[in-house]
């Protein structure tokens, strides 16, 4: 990016949850696969994530940073799915945290994306 002069990664961990179908005995549908929602992978353990890069044009009003361009690719996702956990890597030489727009653009989303969320963060240098 040219403003920042860094880059930043977000994995979003997430879990999809069963629907009520809307039938009277209360039955459940499963979600559709994760193979539906763009940049979404499994871990071999089970857990799934979205990726997501920041981009940093000339302009300050168009930039966008990892974690809503992440965040915006669950759109595909249906309604039911919630944020477990969000892992930012920058090549930065300290490690960073959400910005005002991101921590607004998040919570914005209400149940999607609990209060108490983990995050974890890392620089470039351990």
């Known amino acids: 990016p040219s403003q920042s002069s860094f880059r930043v990664l977000a994995l979003l961990f997430y879990k999809l949850h069963e629907r009520d179908d809307g039938n009277d005995g209360g039955s459940t549908t499963l979600l559709p696969p994760i193979a539906l929602i763009p940049m979404s992978r499994s871990t071999d353990d089970g857990r799934t994530y979205i990726v997501g890069t920041n981009d940093e044009p000339g302009y300050m ?4 940073c990892a974690e809503r361009a992440a965040m915006v ?3 595909f996702a249906p309604k039911s799915h919630s944020i477990t956990k969000i892992v930012i890597c920058t090549d930065s030489w300290d490690p960073i945290s959400p910005g005002m727009l991101c921590r607004e653009f998040l919570a914005g989303h209400g149940k999607q994306v609990p209060w108490d969320v983990p995050i974890l963060s890392s620089g470039n240098q351990c």
């Open 61 to 64: 009003g168009g930039a966008i």
């Open 73 to 75: 690719q669950l759109r």
